[in-house]
């Protein structure tokens, strides 16, 4: 009886932690390379965070007309501000694999992506 006891026990173990020992954990090289990758990103977003200002504007101008003269240098010092804070928390916190698994804190990644024009999705067009 304690045989069968001690080997159902043995296998409830084995079924409850069976998944999670089969999951293959990520190489030690690759882990240094995202921290060093949102280091990184991290340091380029504090440096750049100033040319969030003009991108904004022009950004902003392009999209709105004339009233984007006035919108946009608004966006821009509060992007500024905002890619800044955002540099520096992922320079400090660039060992917690946070947010995702490294991924960026905000979209774009990066102060030089993200100047296209938008596409208008709501116009149809009839041949």
């Known amino acids: 009886m304690k045989k069968v006891l001690l080997l159902s026990a043995f296998f409830c173990v084995f079924a409850i932690l069976g998944p999670s020992l089969a999951s293959a954990e990520q190489q030690p090289e690759m882990i240094a390379e995202k921290m060093a990758i949102k280091f990184v990103?991290?340091?380029?977003?504090t440096v750049t965070s100033v040319v969030e200002f003009p991108?904004?504007?022009i950004i902003t101008t392009?999209?709105?007309g004339p009233v984007g003269i006035v919108i946009g240098p608004i966006k821009g010092i509060g992007m500024?501000?905002?890619?800044g804070v955002i540099g520096a928390?992922?320079?400090?916190f660039c060992m917690v694999p946070q947010p995702g698994y490294y991924d960026p804190?905000?979209?774009?990644?990066?102060v030089w992506q993200g100047w296209a024009p938008k596409r208008d999705t709501t116009k149809v067009v009839v041949e």
């Open 41 to 45: 990103r991290g340091i380029t977003n």
């Open 55 to 57: 991108k904004q504007t």
């Open 105 to 110: 804190m905000m979209d774009p990644e990066y």
């Open 80 to 83: 500024t501000l905002y890619r």
């Open 62 to 64: 392009r999209d709105m």
């Open 89 to 92: 928390v992922e320079t400090v």
